[in-house]
């Protein structure tokens, strides 16, 4: 995948002097930048192109639709986790890994925090993303469920696994309104506290022989 060049016409040409945006987690960032700005609604594919500098068909290359924009490289991330639970020891009980691998997940550098935040809040907030969301959040719960499922030699997709996959991302999404709701709170504090207390009732669940 290319940036777009200077014999592309149209929108989408990179203005002079500017280079072009090329990469998932750039264009995201700024495409979250103007749906903060003008709102999502009013904010197109041709506009989140052109202030990229690419055209219109490099950016679909990164992205399949404009819905999917926010999540930035979210299929890189669900990788990360499902490799942070794999390198987890199987001595270490499940609920404790689960607690680890959620704060680990969802820790954010100090200097992305206020992009993070503004992601967090069209995710949350913004109605025409909720369906595809829906998407995400089952994706991620799989791969919880995955983990979950290996530990008590169950499916992945029975229903014990599935629970603890709604119930870890209940955690995490009440964690994420708190933070939203007060500028002051610390993330990692709420994921941890979320997640602590999900794990109290899984750390009552033994091994399926």
Not at 31 to 48: C, K, N, P, Y
Not at 97 to 104: E, F, I, K, N, P
Not at 138 to 147: C, G, L, N, P
Not at 179 to 185: G, I, R
Request: charged letters at 25%.
């Amino acid at each position: 995948m290319t940036a777009t060049t200077q014999q592309d016409a149209g929108p989408g040409r990179a203005a002079p002097g500017r280079r072009p945006i090329s990469s998932r987690a750039r264009i995201s960032a700024l495409a979250i930048g103007l749906f903060t700005t003008r709102g999502f609604e009013e904010t197109s594919v041709d506009d989140i192109a052109e202030a990229a500098g690419i055209a219109r068909r490099t950016l679909f290359r990164y992205y399949s639709s404009k819905n999917e924009i926010p999540w930035g490289e979210f299929d890189d991330h669900l990788g990360e986790l499902r490799g942070l639970l794999a390198q987890i020891p199987t001595d270490i009980p499940m609920a404790d890994a689960l607690v680890d691998a959620l704060v680990v997940f969802n820790r954010v550098p100090p200097e992305e925090l206020e992009n993070h935040r503004r992601r967090m809040s069209l995710l949350l907030g913004v109605p025409a993303l909720q369906a595809h969301s829906m998407i995400m959040y089952a994706d991620w719960r799989h791969v919880i469920a995955e983990f979950c499922a290996a530990r008590l030699g169950l499916d992945e997709n029975d229903h014990l696994p599935q629970t603890i996959g709604w119930l870890c991302l209940g955690a995490a999404l009440a964690a994420y309104e708190q933070w939203l709701a007060d500028p002051d709170a610390d993330l990692e504090e709420l994921i941890s506290d979320g997640a602590r207390t999900v794990a109290n009732g899984v750390a009552s669940l033994s091994r399926v022989p």
